[in-house]
T-cell receptor, first 115, second 115 residues
Framework: DVKVTQSSRYLVKRTGEKVFLECVQD?????MFWYRQDPGLGLRLIYF???????EKGDIPEGYSVSREKKERFSLILESASTNQTSMYLC??????????????FGSGTQLSVL | AQKVTQAQTEISVVEKEDVTLDCVYETRDTTYYLFWYKQPPSGELVFLIR??????QNEISGRYSWNFQKSTSSFNFTITASQVVDSAVYFCALTINTNAGKSTFGDGTTLTVKP
């Protein structure tokens, strides 16, 4: 069964801490994404990556960075966590498909609380 | 820019009732894809359906059906004879024809089915 795994289901951090959220997929997908989900705001795209070492900003990249050193792993980094980054973070992946768009496969999410 | 509107924030029905979740989208692209995802309480979004902009045929899958109308830019989702297990947050999403599969999501509709 195909899988997107996020390293933590719940995470509690202090303001100012550097936070790493890890995501691994076992489907050999080219595309990987980080979304954040907030009540009433749906899913908003933070960053995405088409390939190893490639990254592009999504709609709300401020305060975040990403790393993709290996195809299967896409990390989201909060350089200095702030309380307004308390949210549910969802990782997703999809295969490359020329001339088409494939569905997203999601992880179970990481609920991050910044105190 | 793309936009997806799910006007219904919350819907509550009694088991066996039919329920329709509305989705209205905006895009200037002529080639695009529409999706519905289900997010149960466990948190992981699960793909339900994908439709491309050239295929306006309605689709039925068991108790689920989808009505795609380009004339009104709508892609509505109907659950017939709802069940308690249908309780979840449902997201409509739009992707224009790029390689990345970067999706724009609506804010989601929380469906509660009471026994």
């Amino acid at each position: 069964d195909v899988k997107v795994t996020q390293s933590s289901r719940y995470l509690v951090k202090r303001t100012g801490e550097k936070v790493f959220l890890e995501c691994v997929q076992d489907m050999d997908h080219e595309n990987m994404f980080w979304y954040r989900q907030d009540p009433g705001l749906g899913l908003r795209l933070i960053y995405f990556s088409y390939d190893v070492k490639m990254k592009e900003k999504g709609d709300i990249p401020e305060g975040y960075s990403v790393s993709r050193e290996k195809k299967e792993r896409f990390s989201l980094i909060l350089e200095s966590a702030s309380t307004n980054q308390t949210s549910m973070y969802l990782c997703a992946s999809s295969p490359f498909a020329a001339g088409s768009n494939e569905k997203l496969f999601f992880g179970s999410g990481t609920q991050l609380s910044v105190l | 820019a793309q936009k997806v509107t799910q006007a219904q924030t919350e819907i509550s029905v009694v088991e066996k009732e039919d329920v329709t979740l509305d989705c209205v989208y905006e895009t200037r692209d002529t080639t695009y894809y529409l999706f519905w995802y289900k997010q149960p309480p466990s948190g992981e979004l699960v793909f339900l359906i994908r439709r491309n902009s050239f295929d306006e045929q309605n689709e039925i899958s068991g108790r689920y059906s989808w009505n795609f109308q380009k004339s009104t830019s709508s892609f509505n989702f109907t659950i017939t004879a709802s069940q308690v297990v249908d309780s979840a947050v449902y997201f409509c999403a739009l992707t224009i024809n790029t390689n990345a599969g970067k999706s724009t999501f609506g804010d989601g509709t929380t469906l509660t089915v009471k026994p």
